[in-house]
């Protein structure tokens, strides 16, 4: 089993950046394909980005290419989301997940485990 932890969630004006974090336990982090979604209110929860086990392959949603970077370190059990140029439809929770398997799937059944999710409050 892996336990997520999310933090660097919180409230920012438009245009400006966060950092967000997944700190994994248990299991062993780089046999996970790891993923950021994010959900509103109302809707499903869509892949924002998406990251191989080793780092090799990296993919980013529409809303997010330019914008948002998802990167790991498997030494320190952590993946990353830099988000700079940030836009109040950017607001939701945002929930690291883990797949084990060799790549990451847009699809959010596939994933095995979840965080708990952390806040991203964009202003305008």
């Known amino acids: 089993q892996v336990q997520l932890v999310e933090s660097g969630g919180g409230l920012v004006q438009a245009g400006g950046s966060l950092r967000l974090s997944c700190a994994a336990s248990?299991?062993?982090?780089?046999?996970?394909?790891m993923a950021w979604f994010r959900q509103v209110p109302g809707k499903e929860r869509e892949l924002v980005a998406a990251?191989?086990?080793?780092?090799?392959?990296?993919y980013s949603a529409d809303s997010a290419k330019g914008r948002f970077t998802i990167s790991r370190d498997n030494a320190k059990n952590t993946v990353w989301l830099q988000m700079n140029s940030l836009k109040p439809e950017d607001t939701a929770v945002y929930y690291c997940?883990?797949?084990?398997?060799?790549?990451?799937?847009?699809?959010?059944?596939?994933?095995?485990?979840w965080g708990q999710g952390t806040q991203v409050t964009v202003s305008s």
């Open positions: 997940a883990a797949k084990w398997t060799v790549l990451y799937s847009a699809i959010a059944v596939d994933y095995d485990y």
């Open positions: 990251i191989s086990r080793n780092g090799g392959n990296t």
């Open positions: 248990g299991d062993t982090f780089s046999t996970y394909a």
